[in-house]
């Protein structure tokens, strides 16, 4: 089914409520992809995954300036050696989940995220929650 937008539109994602509909944009916005909106099934994984992405929301507001410029640096470096070009770019948040949703206790607070993860961004790699990256920037910046 081909669709028409009004006003050249490249960029465009979401949920049509009335139509029941999802949209996104692919291919560097050259595709618009729509298919019928399915509600997923509610399961334990789904609470475990609300709980657990609750909690890192709250926290990531908590997270210092200092360390969410490190983890910019490490996601526009992810971007340029890890990611597919037909793939969306990763920004500091999806990092900062990234690590997160690697580690498999639960987290409640940042001392606890920094006992788990480590304090700098650079334990975070070294203890294998993010994947190495070439960059000449040494993450050293503590999350709180």
Request: with cysteine.
């Amino acid at each position: 089914m081909k669709v028409t937008f009004y006003k050249n539109i490249k960029t465009l994602s979401g949920k049509d409520k009335p139509g029941n509909m999802v949209f996104q944009s692919a291919k560097n916005h050259s595709v618009c992809i729509v298919r019928n909106y399915i509600k997923p099934r509610l399961t334990e994984n789904n609470h475990y995954m609300g709980i657990k992405m609750t909690a890192a929301a709250s926290l990531w507001k908590s997270v210092s300036l200092r360390f969410i410029s490190d983890l910019k640096v490490y996601a526009n470096a992810y971007n340029n050696q890890h990611l597919a070009e037909r793939n969306l770019p990763l920004y500091a948040y999806n990092i900062f989940i990234m690590g997160i949703m690697k580690n498999h206790s639960p987290i409640t607070s940042i001392p606890s995220l920094i006992t788990d993860l480590g304090e700098t961004l650079q334990e975070w790699i070294d203890n294998g929650f993010l994947k190495k990256v070439n960059t000449s920037h040494t993450f050293t910046a503590t999350i709180e």
